[in-house]
């Protein structure tokens, strides 16, 4: 029987295949049709090669495979966004395969199998929230994905020295690298007083985790419909800015300004110096016209969803999908911004969480006329690095304080009418 934890080494080297050494001179020992057709005509050879070393083997136990190719419509070397329709109805489809598997054998299998074949990104995701879900895997800590990938939150030229440090230098003589405070930008940009806080590792990867705890699509309900999930996602983000503005006073920076204005232009531009393309100062957003993304947006979609929320808000209901009235919450107000799968009506009320981010992450480029893939906001491992990040949930949370002011009419009111009884 296979061993839940050996599940976290396909998480270790995500560009390596899947025969190659992993943990401590471990190796997956896999039947020969689980190769891809690069290194299949070679196979034998390859599995003796990085097998002789090895000292410990996991046996792949030789299943019936599921149809993978929803999942591997997203290139191998593309980039993956929770964000975007299409990226999500394929995680949706692998989380599926994952969860429908019986055993941890046949999870393993199928894991081993799609990994050199889906793109790593969502493999990663899919595979994690499997982890997460499964009732025979409970218990199991997830590899940290800055372990995974991190190219995602480090500068590509430290990867340089680290090459020459790790190749040359024997094991124990090695030094630290250091990476420089001021890599992103320079004292210049204002803004740049909270590199410590939007380029930390650590807010980055629990922004990260929120959306493997709390995925925003499957098929089994439990793991989509959660209690609390919409009221969560409020409270999340609510605390996120309050800490914000406090960091910001500190470094005598004004309050972070709502960017409810989608016509105008965002004058903080944001220089990773990754593989994420940059945004540069006073960028004004566009519409959309990604066709290999099968996106297809103008921004008067985020202001009709917008227009209906707040009509909501006054109404104090939402129609759902068999048009019947909800009464509204924060619970309900919450998952149809962020717009999972339990939000009442995703026709109607649209997606303006993800879709905000989107509209930042393509600013510069929004036709793919520079082939420039999306900003670090639209990743959803990164977004919190983009100064416009907090500007875009800064909108959001004003939906949050309209309802809770609705509310409080309301109860007041009734106070009052039973008082003058």
Not at 35 to 58: D, K, P, S
Not at 305 to 314: E, G, Q, R, T, V
Request: glycine share 4%; aromatic share 12%.
């Amino acid at each position: 029987m296979a061993d839940k934890y050996d599940l976290l080494l396909l998480l270790e080297r995500p560009y390596e295949p899947v025969f190659m050494e992993r943990g401590r001179k471990t190796i997956f020992d896999v039947p020969e049709k689980f190769l891809t057709e690069r290194y299949r005509m070679v196979g034998n050879e390859l599995l003796e090669r990085f097998g002789q070393e090895a000292g410990r083997r996991i046996s792949v136990t030789d299943i019936t495979l599921p149809d993978l190719h929803i999942p591997m419509q997203l290139p191998r070397k593309a980039q993956f966004t929770l964000c975007i329709p299409a990226h999500r109805f394929m995680a949706r489809r692998l989380i599926d395969i994952f969860m429908a598997m019986n055993t941890i054998d046949e999870l393993q299998s199928v894991a081993a199998y799609a990994h050199d074949r889906v793109n790593p990104y969502l493999f990663n995701y899919a595979l994690s929230v499997a982890v997460l879900h499964r009732e025979d895997t409970k218990g199991v800590g997830l590899l940290s994905f800055v372990q995974s990938f991190p190219n995602k939150f480090i500068d590509r030229q430290v990867f340089r020295h680290l090459r020459e440090e790790c190749t040359i230098v024997p094991e124990g003589s090695r030094m630290p690298i250091v990476i420089p405070r001021d890599y992103t930008a320079s004292e210049l940009e204002p803004e740049h007083r909270l590199w410590y806080f939007r380029e930390d590792f650590g807010v980055n990867l629990y922004h990260w985790q929120r959306y493997l705890v709390y995925p925003l699509e499957a098929t089994e309900r439990r793991v989509v419909f959660k209690e609390r999930r919409g009221e969560l996602f409020y409270y999340m983000y609510e605390q996120i800015l309050a800490r914000y503005n406090v960091e910001r006073f500190c470094n005598k920076l004004p309050r972070v300004e709502p960017l409810n204005n989608l016509r105008e232009f965002i004058k903080e531009g944001y220089f990773p110096k990754m593989e994420w393309p940059p945004r540069f100062d006073n960028t004004k957003l566009s519409d959309v016209k990604r066709y290999q993304d099968q996106l297809i947006l103008d921004i008067g979609c985020l202001q009709r969803w917008m227009d209906l929320i707040y009509k909501a808000i006054s109404e104090g209901s939402v129609i759902d999908e068999s048009v019947n009235r909800i009464p509204l919450d924060i619970e309900v107000l919450g998952n149809i911004i962020e717009s999972s799968e339990a939000s009442p009506h995703r026709n109607l009320y649209g997606e303006l969480h993800n879709m905000g981010n989107l509209f930042i992450a393509y600013a510069h480029d929004p036709e793919h006329r520079h082939l420039e893939t999306f900003g670090v906001i639209g990743d959803l491992s990164t977004a919190m690095r983009d100064p416009a990040f907090y500007r875009w949930h800064a909108n959001l949370q004003i939906y949050s304080k309209l309802i809770k002011l609705v509310c409080h009419h309301i109860r007041l009111r009734s106070f009052t009418t039973k008082a003058s009884l």
